[in-house]
């Protein structure tokens, strides 16, 4: 598939299902490219397409039917999209740490296919506010699904989920407390965590 260059191609474009739940539209808003005019569309549909997949089947899917509705905050983010985030200051890593990551339509600097989302689950929210609660979901999902790195922010315990073929099985946060939650090497990371979310179902 092309780049789309006409309203009818994007159109057919963020027609295209992704997973039982999520179209590709779902997944090109920006609010950078919306307030400075720039396109936010994949020069590689087909790998964006292919990465995203990957991303809804295995990832967002399984959160939704068990947490309720995923509400995508921020996805998908062309080369130029990205550069101008990061030149400006809005919180965009460079092109080439994002490769994989938010710009989907990029293989990573390994080779390897991935994607990412910055999502909010509006239900664990409602039910876990207090200091320290993101942990809960942090623990699920790494002892329920493929994920290769979360990274949570404090407004609404929002946090990146990302796809990748070569999982790197990483935690980070913003919020209190600030770091590692875990990696390969850490004490913490293999095992049964269920402690620590097993209250949240």
Not at 158 to 164: G, H, P, V, Y
Not at 178 to 187: A, H, Q, R, S, V
Request: with cysteine.
């Amino acid at each position: 598939m092309r780049k789309p260059a006409s309203v009818d191609s994007l159109t057919e474009f963020g027609r295209v299902r992704l997973s039982k739940s999520f179209f590709m539209r779902d997944f090109l808003f920006s609010d950078i490219a919306a307030i400075h005019g720039l396109s936010n569309i994949p020069y590689d549909p087909d790998l964006a397409i292919k990465a995203g997949k990957k991303l809804c089947a295995d990832l967002l899917e399984p959160l939704q039917e068990t947490f309720g509705r995923v509400a995508v905050r921020s996805a998908y983010r062309s080369e130029d999209v990205n550069q101008f985030g990061n030149e400006k200051g809005y919180n965009c890593a460079s092109n080439e740490s994002n490769y994989a990551g938010h710009i989907w339509d990029r293989l990573d600097a390994n080779g390897h296919m991935g994607a990412t989302a910055c999502v909010i689950v509006p239900a664990f929210w409602d039910r876990f506010q207090q200091a320290g609660d993101w942990q809960k979901l942090a623990w699920w999902v790494h002892d329920n699904l493929p994920y290769s790195e979360l990274e949570f922010f404090p407004k609404y315990w929002a946090f990146n989920i990302n796809w990748n073929e070569a999982p790197k099985r990483r935690i980070y946060s913003y919020v209190n407390p600030k770091g590692w939650l875990t990696k390969p090497g850490m004490e913490n990371h293999a095992g049964d965590h269920s402690a620590h979310w097993r209250d949240i179902l």
